[in-house]
Each structure stands twice: as structure tokens, then as C-alpha cells.
């Protein structure tokens, strides 16, 4: 199944405090906070959510298109990595005066995070035509819509409802930042919904729509919980939760929610009901965790199936075709 991917590309800068955030924030002055942290090391990686998921997707054999805005800088370094793992590239679009967007992250001993993001180029992604990327870079039968500009985002999702594709909502970071209508018309009608425990609250407290409500206007309905795992919901079906799969030496939480898309996508295009494909989502999570940076670890199919085998008691279908 051809999947295609689109969202943010960027470049991650990513630091870590060796003490605790929370540690720093005074109650009498939440009010106004002024911090700086000393960091121990700074790691410059590849990363973005649509690039993370199209990685990820590219290890387990698919061939994803990937689609969002980037600067200048993209080609001859990221974009050239993610070519070689096997990501289509060729609907990137390449804005002439902006740089690649950048992801500033300082995660602690607990992994609390702070992190800032700057859109550079990928406030030019509105100006894609996804029927007409599809159309010149091969049919997709199922996009994600990821984190991206909002506007871009909303584009997508419409182009995807009028020309009858089906579609994954996984608005992610951007909640924060749409208002309720907004949010409502990136899920409505989506095949899934991907969200993380705080986005989950997020979305309803937004939107206004009851948990029920959500359910009635999705497919199925994602939620990641960290080390707890995922849950899986669906209308008039019973919740089932998936327990994560363990991880003795997690170094860098960063990308573990896109590792996990990755996994579940490359399952689903299989034909997998969402169970199994939530548990090598969080096989290829565990993977993620383990090395520093979004796009450093590698896993075949047969890795993934093993893992899955060893963390769950099942051997199931984690790849999918080249295409």
C-alpha cells in the first residue's frame, strides 16, 4: 500500500539536563519564569514528524512519499539520508529564502521536556496541492496528516475528503495552537486518530465534542501513553490496551511517538487490525528510545516480528510491500 506522509521536516537540536525541570519552578512564581539550564551535551539530528514517520516506514521496506515545505539546506544532507533509506522524496517542496524548520529540545532526568519550534520553510507548505503531488508522484491510498502548518494542514485534509482518500489525523503538537472549529475538521471523517495522553484531554477540551462524539467521527482512535503503552478505542467496541515494550536503556525520548506510527502504518498497510499494529508500533518505539536522535536506529521486518514475538507471545505481519 502506498502510503504518503506529510507534516514537518526539520532539523532537531537536542539537549539534555542532567537534573530535574520541575525542580526549577518555584509555585509563588509560575507567574513569571525566567530559567536557563546548563546542559551536559548537544546532539544536532536529522528529524520533523513527517520525516521521522517516512524513515521509519522506509526501515521496515515501504517506499513513502514524503511531502512538506524545506529550506535550501534539505538536499544535500537530510534529504539525501532519507533518499538513501529508501523515503521518495520527490514531492519535497524547496523554498528559495527559508531555512529548514528547527526543533530545540532539553530533556531531563525524568524525561520532562521544554522544547521550541521555529517553522522556517515549512510555512510555505500550504502552498501544496496534495491532489495534484499525488497525481504527479504516484496515487496514495492512505495519507497521514501530520503536525505541520496549520493551514497546510487543513488543505490536506480537505483534499483528501473531497477526492475520497483515506486519511489518518495526527495533529500532535499543533493542538496547542488551533482553536476548536479548526481541530474539528482535521478529525472529522479521518480513518484514525493518533494522539498522546495530553493531547487526548487536549482534543476533547478544545473541540468541546464528548469522548463519545469522537468516537463517532473516527475510525479508531489512537492514544499514546509512554511506558504504559497505547490505547485503542473504537465505537461501540470495548477499549483494549497494549502494554509497551520494555526498554532497560531508553536515552532519548524524542521521535518515540513517530517510531511508533511507523510501526502501526507498516502493519495496518498489511491489512492488521489495529491490535496488531499497535504492538510493532511500540517494537519499533522501544528501538527509537534506545538511540539519540529521531532517524539513528535500524530494524529489519524480521527484527520487528521478533521483537513483537519475544514482547508479546505473537508473531505478526510488520512490514509491507516496496511500494
Not at 539530528?45 to 512538506?68: E, F, K
Not at 539525501?80 to 522524496?89: F, N
Not at 473516527?218 to 485503542?232: D, E, F, M, N, P
Amino acid at each position: 500500500m502506498r502510503i504518503a506522509v506529510t507534516g514537518s521536516v526539520a532539523t532537531d537540536h537536542l539537549m539534555t539536563f542532567p537534573g530535574r525541570i520541575t525542580d526549577q519552578l518555584l509555585a509563588d512564581r509560575i507567574d513569571h519564569v525566567s530559567l536557563s539550564f546548563l546542559v551536559d551535551a548537544l546532539e544536532i539530528r536529522d528529524g520533523g514528524v513527517a520525516a521521522n514517520i517516512a524513515y521509519g516506514l522506509a526501515v521496515l521496506g515501504h517506499r513513502p512519499l514524503l511531502v512538506g515545505a524545506v529550506g535550501p539546506d534539505f538536499h544535500e544532507g537530510h534529504g539525501r539520508r532519507l533518499a538513501g533509506q529508501g523515503v521518495d522524496i520527490s514531492a519535497v517542496r524547496v523554498s528559495p529564502t527559508r531555512h529548514t524548520a528547527r526543533f530545540l529540545c532539553t530533556t531531563d532526568l525524568d524525561g520532562n521536556r521544554i522544547a521550541s519550534f521555529c517553522p522556517g520553510a515549512m510555512s510555505e507548505a500550504a502552498d501544496i496541492d496534495l491532489v495534484d503531488v499525488l497525481r504527479a508522484h504516484g496515487e496514495a491510498r492512505l495519507v497521514l496528516i501530520g503536525a505541520d502548518d496549520p493551514a497546510a494542514m487543513l488543505r490536506h485534509t480537505r483534499a483528501c475528503r473531497a477526492q475520497g482518500i483515506r486519511f489518518i489525523a495526527d495533529p500532535s503538537q499543533q493542538l496547542a495552537r488551533l482553536d476548536g472549529g479548526r481541530i474539528r475538521e482535521l478529525v472529522d471523517g479521518a480513518d484514525h486518530l493518533f494522539t498522546n495522553e495530553y493531547e487526548h484531554g487536549l482534543l476533547l477540551s478544545r473541540t468541546g465534542w464528548t469522548h463519545a462524539e469522537v468516537l463517532r467521527r473516527v475510525g479508531t482512535w489512537v492514544t499514546t501513553l509512554g511506558a504504559k503503552g497505547s490505547r485503542i478505542e473504537r465505537a461501540g467496541t470495548p477499549r483494549l490496551d497494549v502494554p509497551a515494550v520494555p526498554v532497560e536503556d531508553g536515552v532519548d525520548p524524542t521521535g518515540g511517538g513517530d517510531a511508533f506510527r511507523a510501526g502501526y502504518l507498516a502493519a495496518l498497510a498489511t491489512g492488521q487490525e489495529p491490535v496488531l499494529c499497535a504492538q510493532p508500533g511500540s517494537a519499533l518505539a522501544g528501538l527509537a528510545l534506545a538511540h539519540v536522535g529521531t532517524q539513528t536506529y535500524t530494524a529489519s521486518r524480521d527484527d520487528l516480528r521478533s521483537l513483537v514475538a519475544t514482547a508479546y507471545g505473537v508473531a505478526t505481519p510488520a512490514g509491507g510491500s516496496t511500494a
